[in-house]
């Protein structure tokens, strides 16, 4: 079963950077689209920025221009540079991935576990 294993977060002052990173494990015939989404206290889940396996990018609207989302298709990982963090960026932030499984060869979204990102007002 295919697994996508987050690094990165943590705590980070107003008008500073971090990095997410991402990777898939286990026994995976083909990945597509990839993304970012994050969870504040008492909100949905929202997107924050997509790859497509061509590497075409969306991003919502509050992060453009500050954030930048990559892929490396040879180390299967899928990454976020944040900059320029505001208080507003604060919550649990969680990489997603559709995997082809060899053991299915179906197509389905994978989530990694989430970290935190807390940028303090």
């Known amino acids: 079963q295919p697994l996508l294993v987050q690094s990165g977060g943590g705590l980070v002052q107003d008008g500073g950077s971090l990095r997410l990173s991402c990777t898939a494990s286990g026994s995976i015939f083909n990945i597509g689209d990839m993304g970012w989404y994050r969870q504040a206290p008492g909100n949905q889940r929202e997107m924050v920025a997509l790859?497509?396996?061509?590497?075409?990018?969306h991003y919502a609207d509050s992060v453009k221009d500050r954030f930048a989302i990559s892929r490396d298709d040879v180390r299967k990982g899928v990454y976020l540079q944040m900059n320029g963090l505001k208080p507003e960026d604060t919550g649990v932030y969680y990489c997603s991935a559709d995997m082809k499984p060899r053991s299915t060869m179906i197509f389905s979204t994978y989530w990694g576990q989430g970290t935190q990102v807390t940028v303090p007002s």
């Open positions: 790859i497509t396996t061509y590497g075409t990018t």
